[in-house]
């Protein structure tokens, strides 16, 4: 990858380019210096750079292994359509998704742990969907009950457990403001006091 960054993130530049109130440009230093930046235990990550070779859930080396995250966000308020309809929400938020992709270090680990998350929620849904058919074969109600209430785990086990970040926050220009970096990653990055 050529954009790859090999420095440590230790070793990036500490000085912090002017900010430009109320302009145009991005809010992120990124377009003048790009180097990433935290405020408490949010990271942020300016548009098109390259995150460093450490794993960003457990800060160890990543010895290379990257992983491409594709993170989609919309404004709070959006939510509240889901009151009027889920429908509605739907359209709304598909139009105004904010959507980035953050090249980050991801050890073979992590990898391994999420991988091993994500299938124990398919062998719950899986037993879920045994449950509903048992139900059917057997015209019992209980097997039915059972089944749906494993299905409905496995489902919420899954989507706790698949994303590897989660954004607070990303603007017109793909900047990202994520959360869930390992501490000891994040303490390496100076702090934003934009
Ligand atoms: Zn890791």
């Not at 405020?39 to 292994?65: E, H, T």
Request: contains cysteine; glycine residues 8%; proline residues 8%.
């Amino acid at each position: 990858m050529a954009d790859h960054i090999e420095t440590p993130l230790a070793q990036q530049t500490q000085t912090p380019p002017p900010v430009q109130r109320g302009a145009t440009p991005p809010p992120l230093p990124g377009a003048v210096s790009p180097q990433l930046w935290r405020q408490g235990n949010i990271l942020l990550v300016p548009a098109g750079l390259a995150l460093p070779d450490v794993c960003v859930k457990c800060a160890s080396p990543a010895a290379g292994r990257r992983r491409t995250v594709k993170l989609l966000w919309h404004e709070q308020w959006i939510y509240l359509l889901i009151l009027v309809a889920v429908i509605v929400y739907a359209v709304v938020a598909t139009i105004m998704n904010k959507k980035t992709t953050l090249d980050i270090g991801y050890c073979a680990r992590c990898q391994a742990r999420r991988r091993t998350h994500l299938l124990i929620a398919w062998l719950i849904v899986l037993a879920g969907v045994g449950g509903v058919v048992a139900a059917i074969a057997l015209e019992d109600g209980a097997y039915a009950a059972v089944g749906c209430v494993a299905i409905f785990a496995g489902l919420i086990w899954a989507i706790v457990a698949t994303p590897i970040l989660k954004p607070t926050r990303i603007d017109d220009w793909g900047n990202a403001w994520v959360k869930g970096v390992h501490q000891d990653f994040l303490s390496q990055v100076p702090e934003w006091r934009g």
